[in-house]
């Protein structure tokens, strides 16, 4: 048997490359990399195991970009794929996707690995490296943070593409939205299909700032919880990476008690207004994370809390449960007086009308 000397992985001696981050198996540990590295794009990703051999990913063009069938490939991997071999089947799958991905995009499009994810980057590899580093970081940090609650049990790894032109960014991520207007995105956390992230590259500040935010959501994604705990959750992550401390002077104090009454609120229990320009977008993400701070605050079953909230009442049952608090008490105590509490019935409503992803 071989070990591949970056992974750990296994493999019988007559494979010559590692499957799931395609180091050469075989050199000893001290000529491997230590940090990603591209691979040569012409290289030819061989599949780990025999029961992928006929796999066809029914790849459609949408918008200058190849489109997996997901339901075939779900499909395809429950007849043709033991249980014990999934692990390999989903870290060869995505790598397939990426490289198909970057011969759409042209230009210095590489696939790069690192022992949590696969990466799409049109970006130097210094810059790209850079990135990674930061990730694998931060994906221990949230998972300290959230604890059990975060996401595991999980084939395959986390998927990042990176774009380093605006309309490309742009072209790609149209094909998850519905027709309509939507809010300026400077990244996304996609769940459809495989669960990826997407940014647009400025400055390396601002995509490790924006990776924290949206690796937030990927590892609370197996979770139904209301928005404003899973975007409250991200910006106080964001914000501890950042060492930012939480800031509510008296100006920002009064645009929430100017902004917010008892009937627009339910708008930001159900989720909605963070989907609506101008203040109702900037002071949800801002009320969100004043309401995980409190919450959360030297309390050690907020992380039970998660695990339970709700999006139908916006976590209300599980914060009189889990921690004795209901929620338009605690958000009175920052607003003032007034009926505050989340309202199943008005957040139904608008959940007919803007379904979570």
């Known amino acids: 048997m071989k070990k591949c000397s970056y992974c750990g992985a296994e493999y019988s001696d007559d494979t010559s490359v590692c499957a799931i981050d395609e180091t050469p198996l075989g050199g000893s540990p001290e000529t491997q990399p230590e940090a990603p590295e591209a691979p040569d794009p012409e290289e030819i990703v061989v599949p780990p195991i025999e029961g992928l051999a006929g796999l066809d990913m029914g790849f459609s063009i949408v918008e200058g970009f190849s ?47 690192s022992p949590s994810f696969s990466c799409l980057s049109d970006l130097d590899p210094e810059t790209t490296k850079t990135l990674l580093d930061y990730a694998e970081t931060v ?5 300290n943070s959230l604890k059990d609650a975060a996401w595991s049990g999980f084939f395959g790894k986390h998927v990042l593409l990176f774009f380093s032109d605006p309309d490309d960014y742009y072209a790609y991520i149209s094909y998850f939205y519905p027709e309509g207007t939507h809010i300026l ?135 009189m449960r889990t921690l004795d608090r209901d929620l338009g008490e605690v958000l009175g105590g920052f607003l003032g007086p007034g009926n505050w509490r989340p309202q199943r019935k008005a957040i139904s409503e608008q959940q007919k009308k803007n379904p979570p992803a």
């Open 67 to 113: 489109r997996p069938d997901w339901k075939a490939v779900r499909q395809y991997l429950k007849v043709h794929v033991a249980k014990e071999d999934l692990r390999a089947a989903w870290n060869y799958i995505p790598t397939i996707w990426l490289k198909t991905l970057a011969e759409d995009l042209g230009g210095g499009s590489r696939v790069y690995q």
């Open 139 to 143: 994906v221990r940090v949230i998972r």
């Open 185 to 319: 995105s400077y990244g996304i956390f996609l769940r459809k299909g495989y669960a990826h992230i997407v940014l647009p590259y400025v400055t390396t500040g601002s995509a490790e700032s924006l990776l924290v935010h949206e690796l937030c959501h990927n590892l609370l994604c197996h979770l139904q919880i209301p928005l404003w705990l899973n975007e409250g959750i991200a910006v106080t992550i964001q914000f501890q990476m950042a060492l930012r401390p939480l800031i509510v002077d008296h100006e920002l104090a009064d645009r929430h008690r100017a902004h917010w009454n008892e009937t627009n609120i339910q708008t930001f229990w159900s989720g909605k207004s963070y989907n609506l320009p101008g203040d109702n977008s900037d002071l949800s993400y801002s009320l969100g994370q004043i309401l995980v701070n409190v919450l959360s605050e030297e309390n050690p079953a907020f992380i039970d809390f998660v695990k339970n909230a709700d999006w139908r009442d916006a976590g209300q049952d599980a914060a």
